[in-house]
């Protein structure tokens, strides 16, 4: 079974002061569903659909990822969340 996840903006944006903590719970099944394997089949659905002058790019990240080397979903994700200063993760 795959998990396709998606992040959109626009749909109850955090209002400027706000705070909000997000706890990860099963971090770790995460991790390991959101790990190379899903990472691999993301990276080929997107070189599917990327402009001619990415494609190599994506073909050397699905490279390192098929050695393990790399940022995941998972990471992706992570770092989605991160990058909000508003928002803390906790990851159980």
Same mark, same amino acid.
């Given at each position: !079974?795959?998990? !396709?996840?998606?992040f959109?903006?626009?749909?109850?944006?955090?209002e #400027?002061?706000?705070?909000y *903590?997000?706890?990860? @719970?099963n971090s770790v099944k #995460? =991790? @390991? +569903?959101?790990?190379?394997?899903? *990472?691999?089949?993301? &990276?080929?659905?997107? &070189? =599917?659909n990327?402009? /001619? *002058?990415n494609?190599? #790019?994506v073909i050397?990240e699905?490279?390192?990822?098929k050695m393990? =080397?790399g /940022? *995941?979903?998972? +990471?992706?994700?992570e770092?989605?969340? &991160? +990058?909000?200063?508003?928002?803390? &993760?906790?990851?159980?």
């Open positions: !079974m795959r998990l !396709m996840i998606f959109y903006g626009g749909f109850g944006n955090i #400027s002061g706000e705070e *903590t997000i706890i990860w @719970r #995460s =991790k @390991r +569903d959101l790990g190379y394997e899903e *990472t691999i089949i993301k &990276l080929n659905e997107i &070189l =599917k990327c402009h /001619p *002058t494609k190599e #790019s050397q699905i490279r390192g990822e393990n =080397k /940022p *995941t979903v998972f +990471d992706w994700i770092e989605i969340i &991160l +990058d909000n200063e508003n928002v803390t &993760l906790i990851i159980e």
